[in-house]
């Protein structure tokens, strides 16, 4: 049974950082691609960044280039979201997913970027 948990949201003041982790389980993590993606209030998902297998290819979308790190670690089956200077635009539910448009994915967690 594919499982996938987020952890590490919170409330930040803009320009503040957090790092979100989540637990893989049930397929083959060490062979497959991961991605962030997130919903903001009243929107749709949109796709965050992708990882592939051993972080040789890591691709982000253009408004968290340069401020988001993705990462992975295969021994506990592990992903991450590295998050600074986060905006209020970046307010938003973030999950982790097995596939860039997000149909499977964890629960999430909420990130809430305000002063």
């Known amino acids: 049974q594919v499982q996938l948990v987020e952890s590490g949201g919170g409330l930040v003041m803009p320009g503040g950082s957090l790092k979100l982790s989540c637990a893989a389980s049930?397929?083959?993590?060490?062979?497959?691609?991961m991605y962030w993606v997130r919903q903001p209030p009243e929107k749709g998902l949109e796709w965050v960044s992708s990882i592939n297998f051993d972080e040789t290819i890591k691709f982000y979308a253009d408004s968290v280039k340069g401020r988001f790190t993705v990462s992975r670690d295969n021994a506990v089956d592990m992903v991450y979201l590295n998050m600074n200077n986060l905006q209020p635009e970046d307010t938003a539910r973030y999950y982790c997913?097995?596939?860039?448009?997000?149909?499977?994915r964890g629960p999430g967690t909420q990130v809430t970027v305000s002063s």
């Open positions: 049930g397929f083959n993590f060490n062979g497959e691609w």
């Open positions: 997913a097995r596939d860039r448009r997000g149909t499977v």
